[in-house]
């Protein structure tokens, strides 16, 4: 089976039942007007049991892609955060109980290989862009929210964002290129 067609039916098909299950499982708790948060403990076995064995490292790339833009919405464009949670039912992973959000990759932990994490932000990227290109936000667009994250240390640290840095430079150069 192609990759990339896989990657995009278990997040479209699979991942928001699997997240339903796993938010049901967990002790998730709402913040008004901040959404869901999950303690990251809760990303244990018990309860991600429901969870079969080939779906497991596309779920955790789907959870850390979706903390991240999440994340990256609510601190760079706070008008447009109501509309973009209410659209998105996003969650935050938070350490304990502390209100202090995760760092998405680490949700990604070392046993998530760096070709499938790639292979799954190139689809989310394309995903994320279509999103914002289609849902007009005050000040959330595609371009915005792109700088946001290029601009962002905690995002593009590390292996894992500078997987993310890369996608989205080349996306940026890719267009570039096409209109020169």
């Given at each position: 089976?192609?990759?990339?067609?896989?990657?995009?039916?278990?997040?479209?098909?699979?991942?928001?039942?699997?997240?339903?299950e796993?938010?049901?499982?967990?002790d998730?708790?709402k913040?008004?007007?901040?959404?869901?948060?999950i303690?990251?403990?809760?990303?244990?076995?018990?309860?991600?049991?429901?969870?079969?064995?080939?779906?497991y490292?596309?779920?955790?790339?789907?959870?850390?892609?979706?903390?991240?833009?999440?994340?990256?919405?609510?601190?760079?464009?706070?008008?447009?955060?109501?509309?973009?949670?209410?659209?998105?039912?996003?969650?935050?992973i938070?350490?304990?109980?502390?209100?202090i959000?995760?760092?998405?990759?680490?949700?990604?932990?070392?046993?998530i290989?760096?070709?499938?994490?790639?292979?799954f932000?190139?689809?989310?990227?394309?995903d994320?862009?279509?999103?914002?290109?289609?849902?007009?936000?005050?000040?959330?667009?595609?371009?915005?929210?792109?700088?946001?994250?290029?601009?962002?240390?905690?995002v593009?640290?590390?292996?894992?964002?500078?997987?993310?840095?890369?996608?989205?430079?080349?996306?940026?150069?890719?267009?570039?290129?096409?209109?020169?």
């Amino acid at each position: 089976m192609n990759r990339d067609f896989e990657v995009k039916e278990y997040y479209y098909k699979k991942f928001r039942d699997q997240f339903t299950e796993f938010l049901r499982k967990s002790d998730a708790h709402k913040h008004p007007g901040k959404g869901t948060f999950i303690s990251i403990q809760d990303l244990n076995k018990e309860n991600l049991s429901h969870i079969p064995r080939e779906d497991y490292v596309l779920f955790h790339c789907a959870l850390a892609c979706t903390i991240l833009i999440d994340q990256v919405v609510y601190t760079y464009f706070k008008n447009d955060y109501q509309k973009f949670q209410q659209m998105t039912l996003y969650p935050k992973i938070e350490y304990g109980i502390t209100n202090i959000n995760v760092n998405p990759w680490t949700v990604t932990h070392s046993t998530i290989d760096l070709n499938t994490l790639k292979q799954f932000l190139e689809f989310f990227v394309d995903d994320i862009k279509s999103f914002f290109k289609e849902n007009k936000f005050k000040e959330a667009t595609w371009d915005a929210v792109r700088m946001a994250m290029l601009s962002d240390k905690d995002v593009i640290s590390g292996s894992r964002g500078e997987v993310l840095k890369r996608i989205l430079e080349n996306q940026h150069n890719n267009i570039l290129t096409k209109t020169i």
